[in-house]
């Protein structure tokens, strides 16, 4: 088992999900989590140590904290729209 199927608990719907938001910053506007995604994609970095790096740790949980934000603020209807897209995308 892969880190990323450690971390979802070997769920394909969650591992794969993760693996697309990975694709997605490989090709961010922002340099470091293209570096990021880039070592994870490689296997030269595990997701846990780059989310727990000094250098990558910041980037990552700065774009998080705005999303949560913004979930907490949501009804619960559109809490169920937003995972339905989500679910939609796969």
Aim: without cysteine; aromatic residues 6%; glycine residues 4%.
């Amino acid at each position: 088992m892969d880190d990323l199927d450690d971390i979802t608990d070997g769920e394909e719907n969650r591992t794969r999900a993760l693996r697309r938001i990975l694709d997605q910053l490989a090709h961010s506007d922002n340099p470091l989590l293209r570096e990021m995604a880039a070592a994870v994609h490689d296997g030269q970095l595990t997701l846990r140590q780059a989310v727990t790096s000094p250098t990558y740790g910041g980037e990552l949980t700065a774009p998080f904290q705005t999303f949560w934000n913004a979930y907490q603020e949501m009804t619960p209807e559109e809490r169920d729209d937003l995972a339905s897209r989500f679910r939609s995308a796969d």
